[in-house]
T-cell receptor
Framework: EPEVTQTPSHQVTQMGQEVILRCVPISNHLYFYWYRQILGQKVEFLVSFYNNEISEKSEIFDDQFSVERPDGSNFTLKIRSTKLEDSAMYFC???????????????FGPGTRLLVL | AQTVTQSQPEMSVQEAETVTLSCTYDTSESDYYLFWYKQPPSRQMILVIRQEAYKQQNATENRFSVNFQKAAKSFSLKISDSQLGDAAMYFCAYRSGGGGADGLTFGKGTHLIIQP
């Protein structure tokens, strides 16, 4: 069964450094998302992406964040200058464009655990 | 903005018993989707069950079923014949049915413990 994959599984970085988190969505999916989950807290929406542009973003997704689909398979989240509070689990998700509940269902990757020191 | 409330931070159930996890939400929309996701210790987010708001029939997936009460804005998850592998965090999530807003709004989660 196709799955969303994410790399790396863990990343440790120094405050102020740039990080790029990578995701490979399910191959026939057209909508892509990033979420984050600070340890012990709920999952929070960051951004959605469709047709090579951002379709929606939350207040969390400020100028420090950017997303890109550099080729036909990868979807990346870049944090330009990491802060301590960026330490979290980052989830990528994707979905198809089919109608109904099936098309609205987002499938999540296993996450990247980011630790900012 | 929509909000999702899970009022039970933790629930415990004996193996083979039935447990119900509660979820309420606040919205002014009439068209939306609701989901339950499971997050085991690996922290992977796994879809458990989903429901379209316009469907009156409650969704079921094997041992998992929901009690969707649209007027009360309630979406509880019932797990029958609980198994040790069901132990996880369970998150309720809301998605607008409109064409624009597409991000999921999650509740804070319920930690489900299965007692052997």
């Amino acid at each position: 069964e196709p799955e969303v994959t994410q790399t790396p599984s863990h990343q440790v970085t120094q405050m102020g450094q740039e990080v790029i988190l990578r995701c490979v969505p399910i191959s026939n999916h057209l909508y892509f998302y990033w979420y984050r989950q600070i340890l012990g807290q709920k999952v929070e929406f960051l951004v959605s992406f469709y047709n090579n542009e951002i379709s929606e973003k939350s207040e969390i997704f400020d100028d420090q964040f950017s997303v890109e689909r550099p080729d036909g398979s990868n979807f990346t989240l870049k944090i330009r200058s990491t802060k301590l509070e960026d330490s979290a689990m980052y989830f990528c998700a994707s979905r198809t464009r089919r109608g109904g509940t099936g098309g609205k269902t987002q499938y999540f990757g296993p996450g990247t655990r980011l630790l900012v020191l | 903005a929509q909000t999702v409330t899970q009022s039970q931070p933790e629930m415990s159930v004996q193996e083979a018993e039935t447990v119900t996890l509660s979820c309420t939400y606040d919205t002014s929309e009439s068209d939306y989707y609701l989901f339950w996701y499971k997050q085991p210790p690996s922290r992977q987010m796994i879809l458990v069950i989903r429901q379209e708001a316009y469907k009156q029939q409650n969704a079921t997936e094997n041992r998992f079923s929901v009690n969707f009460q649209k007027a009360a804005k309630s979406f509880s998850l019932k797990i029958s014949d609980s198994q040790l592998g069901d132990a996880a965090m369970y998150f309720c999530a809301y998605r607008s049915g409109g064409g624009g807003a597409d991000g999921l709004t999650f509740g804070k989660g319920t930690h489900l413990i299965i007692q052997p």
